[in-house]
């Protein structure tokens, strides 16, 4: 696609339920990573894939949250036990080379809402 | 419905006028800069970057000066037009090899009046 896609737009869950989010980034891009932007915040890091492996995921903050690229492209971030403190806007950026942020577009991100 | 800049500091400006966006950034060690716009429903959009080894850099009606000395980031915009409104993001990086991340700063609302 022309850009990176997150699907879906907005996400309202009830407390303690799993949810997924999906992105799919700029075709061709070997580098994936995920960031959290919480309401009034700058956007924080969670988890960056090169490939299919996850390189770097010291910004999970804990063991609720999992993320994978099982064919080195599209990523699936997902969400145990959702509390309400998880609701953020979770942004999926893309880039050629690997590991290099500084080249990353991102996408418009899922808005989760935990109710 | 709540946008991204709620909460955040606003710098309101006239059409036509110069704007001034400043960012204190935290870690000595960062040798890479980049300014985001964000609009809102949307994601980052980089707008601007800059190495540790240089104090300005321009860009077509942006310039970013970096001041190290005392941690200091500024973004201009010449001509404010009312599409800059938006929230502009600071963002650092520490190391700009594999596996480097972008540590955001809290960012601030710009509203342009017409």
């Known amino acids: 696609g022309a850009g990176v896609s997150q699907t879906p737009s907005n996400k309202v869950t009830e407390k303690g339920k799993y949810v997924e989010l999906r992105c799919d980034p700029i075709s061709g891009h070997t580098a994936l990573y995920w960031y959290r932007q919480s309401l009034g915040q700058g956007p924080e890091f969670l988890i960056y894939?090169?490939?299919?492996?996850?390189?770097?995921d010291s910004g999970l903050p804990n063991d609720r949250f999992f993320a994978v690229r099982p064919e080195g492209s599209v990523s699936t971030l997902k969400i145990q036990r959702t509390e309400r403190g998880d609701s953020a806007v979770y942004l999926c950026a893309s880039s050629l080379t690997p590991g290099m942020i500084t080249e990353a577009f991102f996408g418009q991100g899922t808005r989760l809402t935990v109710v | 419905g709540e946008s991204v800049g709620l909460h955040l500091p606003t710098l309101s400006v006239q059409e036509g006028d110069n704007s001034i966006i400043n960012c204190a950034y935290s870690?000595?060690?960062?040798?890479?800069f980049i300014w985001y716009k964000q609009e809102s429903g949307k994601g980052p959009q980089f707008i601007i970057d800059i190495r540790s080894n240089m104090d300005k850099r321009q860009g077509q009606r942006v310039t970013v000066l970096l001041n190290k000395t005392v941690k200091h980031l500024s973004l201009q915009i010449a001509a404010t037009q009312p599409g800059d409104s938006a929230v502009y993001f600071c963002a650092e990086i520490a190391n700009t090899g594999a596996n480097s991340k972008l540590t955001f700063g809290k960012g601030i609302t710009l509203s342009v009046r017409p």
């Open positions: 894939f090169q490939g299919t492996g996850a390189a770097d």
């Open positions: 870690n000595s060690a960062s040798d890479y």
